[in-house]
């Protein structure tokens, strides 16, 4: 599964989480409401974590590709 398909469900299901079920959409953590903590804590490691996934990814084609090309 691709990192961009990875992040499209995780952020695109918190709306979808958020408008069907109603517990949440009231949910509080001391004053401040659930909604923006997930968005704010939740949203932002996942992110990070996800674009260290592709810096590695891409460091990794690149050395692949810098082995081909001086096999030639």
């Known amino acids: 599964m691709s990192i961009a398909s990875v992040f ?3 952020v695109g299901g ?8 109603a517990w949440i959409r009231t949910a ?4 401040i409401p659930l909604i923006w903590l ?3 804590v939740g949203v932002f490691p996942l992110i990070i974590w996800l ?3 592709h810096i590695r990814a891409t460091e990794r084609y690149e050395q692949q590709f810098i082995d081909l090309i001086e096999d030639v």
């Open 51 to 53: 674009g260290w996934l």
């Open 8 to 10: 499209v469900m995780a």
């Open 38 to 40: 997930t968005l704010g």
């Open 28 to 31: 509080h953590i001391g004053p």
């Open 14 to 21: 918190i709306p979808v989480a958020f408008a069907n079920v």
